[in-house]
């Protein structure tokens, strides 16, 4: 069998294919310590988790441990194949510093304890406050790694049964404004778009979407596509030179912060050039006359002026997307992290929806998310939405959902819309909130300001619990830490960005005392006592199965219905796509085929937003506005963003990631393979900015903004002149400082130096347009910057050895298949 | 014809809301979202003004295009003081106050425009009518804005 290099590799081996032809299958796997399949006890069905694109894998399992993976080759995502952190990052699961007991705060410290002593203490320090203050005293923080079925018992138990309206996970920070683009376009949540528009698309458009590094095995698609006849042509915006960017036709690289700006000036382009479906806009489409005008000053020339991107480029772009047969649109964090990120990710819907280039093979929209199971942790409403796609503005969907839970309507939080963690923050720092639950995440690192938020979680007055695998630089600040079982010790479901819903089944036993998550919102539950209007207990599962059917009811008839789902039916085959149903047993690979939305007002999701200011539009506006449910054409101005650079900070800097890590680094940072290909923190600058400071590839440089600085060497990388570059994944676990820089000058977290301000319509944090500075604190001494080569941070000049794997990230690749 | 005198009451409810906007994002610094947005939103206002000076030239009204505004130092000791107190609950009260004051601000503006496009109508004013028709949904959405936010703060504040 072939073995590559998959750390030198991460896309591994090319399997060319044409338009409308199937994707071959291309079988990677991975087993530790040299051993073979032969050598394996079992496999155990599961799905990638450390990032979104929902890969379907097996377990392999020896002795009752994981000893590694492989590709489910019969699965619609990903025909095998697998990406460098789903192939390594398992290692991580036997980790020694894995969290093994529940730890207590006392007398300052965090000690052991049982499970019973801290259980009690959380739940008796929620009802106390609920006693005291009431439900505005109590919050809880997920992620966009747990389960669907513990993201649903969340749900009901924060807002069904504590009554607390603050539910949100930290798929705010990655993909909360894809829903809110789908949400302002479509009046409702879900993707309109399938994996295999790739296998179709004449011209596929990534705009802020480094799918080469995000989402590995996509990318692996698109570059089959490449390598085929009859290849699709590939524009990127980016301001980096990414790897999107080396295979694009036309590479738009605008200046941070001005994406509305350009993508305006598409929209013009392809309007004034008559190059729309005016057929489709007239039957299908509400706004369009808005859009017109609204968009009518924005020339190539104005926004080549702003975006400091060639009008020439902007046409060319314009005239392929306005051309294209077949368009598929994706979207990433380059437009949900930056200024107006939802006009911007909204801009991108308006292109498709004017083409009417929806619902077809080749023609549709993937607003991306950053995590595995984002998407289940806006349907099941521990993220600020309501559980299926519900309208917290709607009471007939709150009667529905109360009736399902069987609680009195009242008691479901409905007067606005859930708080977003941004504004627990602040609730927290005024005082206000006064109980946080953080489960699987790692705000101490990955919120903007850490320095602000440092101080706010370690108050004294707010006891905060964190539910996580391992002592992460949040837990060190907890009251309570609750240690947890994390992937294939636990058994649950979850859904990636297309739909597809995969089962994970327990392989092997969490460490230690570890619980899953599950287990331990039921017992919070118990604890507290909740009950639903009859007395009976409020959540009436014990068992991830059990919660999956729970689950199943409240999707009935909405959107995203699992009805036609079961454990079983996704046991053995391939992933499947909702809506699946009485009506589409086998599930649903296109929704929005012939121009029908989910957008009609009793049905809908979200009457939408006003584009600057956040402000929910009124039901009565909405009904006269969109009375049939059509799509909403969204126009918005372009403004500035909130912070520019000046004299004293004259660079703006973009936070990121890099192929070889996931988020905090919890998981990837423990892996080996991984942890070397990207072992510490960078910063990319230009050439030309490089050399007017007479700097040099591996100078050690201190990046500061008002808000605070970090240190890191430098990579010389094809990012945009006056652009900075920092991976945010570093923080301080595997430093000695343990959860926050101990000295002014050893800030490692990018999130030392963001600022505060986030996208009125989704709440986003904006991670893209930070003013800052930078100063050389040494020379490189000829030590190239520990940045991988392969990926965005390519170095643009010889000289740096190519990052590789060697002997241990040897990959087992079998072209055609198993069969 | 009283168009001149409308377009100088709205130039002067136009300059004193882009006052009572960046007032309050200076006093609410520590509210994040408060202070963009209604910067943001001044912006709306600042062209407002000088659209108006623009037109009231037609009829012979002597305007000034430019917003007279917080000198920057009185900015400055808003924003610190919010960030001083900005860690107790209290200032929760003073902010529905100022969304409350906002709105009845922004909503008499709204309906000042309302009046000035009636008014330009009925005059076969064209141009005047091209600017009422332009502003005016602005400034109700300077409103809406208000009213949406004092609805999202406003359980939080009082019922805690």
Redesign the interface.
Known sequence: MPRIDRIAEPWGTRTPYGPGETWPTRVDSYLADGLTEADVDRWVQSATILHSNGDALDIAVKDDRIVGVRGREVDRVNHGRLGPKDLFGWQANHSPDRLTKPLIRRKGKLVETDWDTAMDAVAGRCKELLEE??P??ISFYTTGQLFLEEYYTLGLIAHGGIGT?HVDGNTRLCTATAAAALKETFACDGQPGSYTDIDHADVIALYGHNMAETQTVLWTRVLDRLAGPNPPKVICVDPRETPVARAATVHLAPRPGTNVMLMNALLHEIIANGWIDREYIAAHTVGFAELEKQTKGYTPEVAAEVCDVPAEQIREAARILGTAERLLSTVLQGFYQSHQASAAAVCVNNINVIRGKLGKPGCGILQMNGQPTAQNTREAGADGDLPAFRNWSNDSHIEELARIWNVEPMEI?H???P?HV??MM??A????IRFMHVSATNPAVSLPELARVREILAQDRLFLVVQDIFLSETAQLADVVLPAATWGEKTGTFTNVDRTVHLSEKAVEPPGEARSDLDIFIDFAHRLGLKDKDGAPLVKWSDPEGAFEGWKECSRGRPCDYTGMSYDKLRGGSGIQWPCNDEHPDGTERIYEDGQFWAQPDYCESYGK?M?????VEEIEYKALNPTGKAVLKAAEY?GP?ELPSEEYPFQLMTGRTLYHFHTRTKTGRAPQLNEAAPEVWVEMSASDAADRGFTEGDLLEVSTPRGRVRARLRISGIRPGALFLPFHYGYWDTDAGSEPKKKDDGRAANELTL???D?VSKQPIFKTAAAQVQRISASGGQPAPAPTTTGSAPVSGGVPPTTGGADAQVDELVGGRA | MKLGMAIEELHRSENHLVTVLTSMSDKHK????VF??T???A?WSREHVADLARVGRDFDVDLDPQVSEDPGMLASMKQRTSELI????E??LLLLADLRHLYREAAGTSVDWELLAQGAQGAKEKELLDIAERCHPESL??A??A???L??TS???L??
Not at chain 1, 429 to 432: A, M, N, Y
């Open positions: 203050q009431g505005s005293a309206n939080p007067y606005a819309p708080t941004m504004q602040r609730y720092e005024e005082g206000t006003d600057i200011t956040g402000a929910p403004i909130h505060t301000d986030w009125p | 520590a509210d994040h979202e963009y947005v910067r943001d939103m912006k900005g860690r107790r609950p200032p929760g959405r300077q809406r804005w009213n949406a936010h609805k999202v359980p939080q504040v019922a805690s």
